[in-house]
Nanobody, 123 residues
């Protein structure tokens, strides 16, 4: 199973980008999915996650109100809409999937990872 993230790029502060994540080999329609990011010189951190049933979305405090995670159940894809981007959002963004439906903030509980897509926000 291979996750594929796309949509990264360069944007000025205040701009928007939309990341998308799909997969080959299986669909993730009823599995928990997440977006993580790794800023330069820092550790990987959770950006947002979406589950199936129960609490369905979780966001890092730093992106609440600016980012929205969503899923297309029919296509089995997950998107991250990023608005009002800030320079501190600059990072490599990774999508990840779990075998389970329950939402998780812990990167170690995700079973599948994409290759990462770079988001650069200039001030």
């Amino acid at each position: 199973v291979q996750l594929q993230a796309s949509g990264g790029g360069s944007v000025q502060a205040g701009g928007s980008l939309r990341l998308s994540c799909g997969s080959s080999g299986r669909t993730f329609s009823n599995n928990a999915m997440g977006w993580f990011r790794q800023p330069p010189g820092k550790e990987r951190e959770l950006v947002a996650a979406i589950g199936w049933g129960g609490p369905t979305t979780i966001y890092a405090d730093s992106v609440k109100g600016r980012f929205t995670i969503s899923r297309d159940i029919r296509k089995g894809t997950v998107a991250l809409q990023m608005n009002n981007l800030k320079s501190e959002d600059t990072a490599v963004y990774y999508c990840a999937g779990r075998r389970r439906a329950s939402i998780s903030t812990d990167a170690s509980t995700y079973d599948y990872w994409g290759q990462g897509t770079l988001v650069t926000v200039s001030s």
